[in-house]
């Protein structure tokens, strides 16, 4: 198979897949998605050469590059904002939330936030994206070692994360499960 099938391939198996892993992690900037998805596969055809076997870590490794990109570009724009003065609380668009509004399961990702942006990424590769620590490795451009220790870190801290916010609840929850 040439290069340019390769790649045709694992565009064909992998959009979506990269897709849904750039629209978790812009947080329902769904505008951005596309574009970010679109530097992602121009990113992987000029680099045909280099897809892997098995290139879906792979994708995510330059998903996690162009998402980046994308969020320094996103700060820029909003420092830009700002400065002009031309804020969505001075167009009468500032929304709060009652008390009430929690979605299910919110709790969990309110836990996840509290982690730095590294141990977010090595857990959301393995439940969201489902690797395997080799995959994750891959995805992270590390030792399949390193990975597996960040992601043991990671689960640590998130474990501390969650007993710190509802010690009480965690602690029922443990009892019964």
């Not at 996103?74 to 400065?83: A, H, I, K, M, T």
């Not at 309110?110 to 982690?115: D, F, I, K, T, Y």
């Not at 870190?153 to 969650?162: M, Q």
């Amino acid at each position: 198979m040439s290069n340019d099938e390769t790649f045709a391939a694992a565009y064909r198996e992998h959009y979506w897949a990269v897709s849904r892993y750039v629209a978790r992690r812009l947080d329902g900037r769904t505008s951005e998605v596309e574009e970010v998805v679109a530097e992602v596969f121009t990113v992987a055809w000029r680099r045909r050469d280099d897809l892997p076997a098995a290139p879906l870590p792979w994708l995510y490794g330059v998903a996690r590059n162009c998402l980046a990109n994308a969020v320094r570009g996103y700060g820029r724009r909003r420092r830009l904002v700002d400065r002009l003065g031309n804020d969505e609380t001075a167009h009468g668009r500032h929304i709060v939330d009652s008390l009430d509004a929690e979605a299910p399961g919110a709790w969990v990702h309110e836990a996840l936030h509290r982690l730095s942006p590294a141990d977010q990424e090595v857990l959301r590769l393995t439940a969201w994206e489902e690797l395997g620590v080799e995959e994750v490795a891959v995805a992270l451009g590390c030792g399949s070692r390193a990975a597996a220790m960040r992601l043991h870190r990671a689960r640590r801290r998130l474990r501390a994360e969650i007993d710190r916010m509802s010690p009480t609840t965690v602690s029922k929850e443990r009892s019964h499960g």
